[in-house]
């Protein structure tokens, strides 16, 4: 695949599979070298949630770039 998308929501909240280094290897390998993977996380300060599944992307892809709005950053609820 060029680019896989993640935008999955359970409620407020997302599948706790989708934060782990087994489903990344998987979209790496379905990734072409010049793929992107492209995740819409939602999560709130101290940013538990996106550290854990940014760890997980990081451990199988050499390039991870975060972007985020800063007023996501400095609200005390929940944001994506």
């Known amino acids: ?6 935008d999955a929501f359970a ?5 706790k599979e989708l934060a782990t280094v087994e489903f990344y290897t998987i979209c790496r ?5 010049d793929g992107v993977v492209l995740v819409n996380l939602i999560d ?7 550290r854990r599944t940014i760890a997980a992307i ?3 892809f050499s390039e991870v ?3 985020a709005e800063t007023r996501i ?5 929940f944001g994506n």
Request: net charge positive; glycine share 2%; aromatic share 6%.
């Open 1 to 6: 695949a060029k680019a896989i998308v993640i």
């Open 65 to 67: 770039a975060v972007v």
């Open 29 to 33: 390998r379905v990734c072409l070298p």
């Open 73 to 77: 950053l400095n609200q005390p609820r």
């Open 58 to 60: 990081a451990k199988v």
């Open 44 to 50: 709130q300060r101290p940013f538990n949630w996106a």
């Open 11 to 15: 409620g407020a909240s997302v599948p």
